[in-house]
């Protein structure tokens, strides 16, 4: 069975801090995919990467960045220089390929604050 | 850029009664999904639709739990008895078949059973 977990539950840092979201995933199948969720107050889910499991490179993006490895079953999502903009409900999930309707399994979630 | 539209953003019902949530997938999507995300808690898959059939669904759908596409562009979750439990959020997705991850979340029908 899939199973995501986000091991910090909640994490306050002060504006311009660097904070790494930790999200480590089990899972049978050989193909699969890892996504990052943002959550903000007013409660939508914006998407904010997908990595299949092929492809290890770590990403950056402006100021996030990823880092996927598979050998501790990691996909870690780094915001550097964190903004009061960057407060919400983090969510990491796993969709498998095989045999399914390719549905999200998501971790419970990590509250980011960023205070000014 | 397309959107998923989901109506209406915030439902009050009775506890017993019917409540029908609906969804506006992007127009050439052709898998559509509900999940529910009780207060505080992680987003949880109920159920996914294909082919004008259910392909699979989760221990939370039960008999009380039906979707349809009545039309070819409104997907619909019906509570037929609702009970306070069922107070969520509640996101439709959609995604195309080429693009087999490309998920495409609603903004969500905040539900509050009373």
């Known amino acids: 069975a899939q199973k995501v977990t986000q091991a910090q539950t909640e994490i306050s840092v002060v504006e311009k801090e660097d904070v790494t979201l930790d999200c480590v995933y089990e899972t049978r199948d050989t193909t699969y995919y890892l996504f990052w969720y943002k959550q903000p107050p007013s409660g939508e889910l914006v998407f904010l990467i997908r990595?299949?499991?092929?492809?290890?490179q770590n990403e950056i993006s402006g100021r996030y960045s990823w880092n996927f490895q598979k050998s501790t079953s990691s996909f870690n999502f780094t915001i550097t220089a964190s903004q009061v903009v960057d407060s919400a409900v983090y969510f990491c999930a796993l969709a498998e390929t095989q045999g399914g309707s390719e549905k999200l399994v998501f971790g419970k979630g990590m509250k980011l604050t960023v205070n000014p | 850029e397309p959107e998923v539209t989901q109506t209406p953003s915030h439902q009050v019902t009775q506890m017993g009664q019917e409540v029908i949530l609906r969804c506006v997938p992007i127009?050439?999507?052709?898998?559509f999904y509900w999940y529910r995300q009780i207060l505080g808690q992680k987003v949880e898959f109920l159920v996914s639709?294909?082919?004008?059939?259910?392909?699979?669904k989760s221990e939370i759908f039960d008999d009380q739990f039906s979707v349809e596409r009545p039309d070819g562009s409104n997907f619909t979750l019906k509570i037929r008895s609702t009970k306070l439990e069922d107070s969520a959020m509640y996101f439709c997705a959609s995604r195309r078949d080429t693009e087999i991850y490309g998920y495409t979340f609603g903004s969500g029908t905040r539900l509050t059973v009373v």
């Open positions: 127009s050439n999507h052709l898998y």
């Open positions: 639709f294909y082919n004008n059939e259910i392909s699979e």
């Open positions: 990595r299949n499991s092929f492809d290890e």
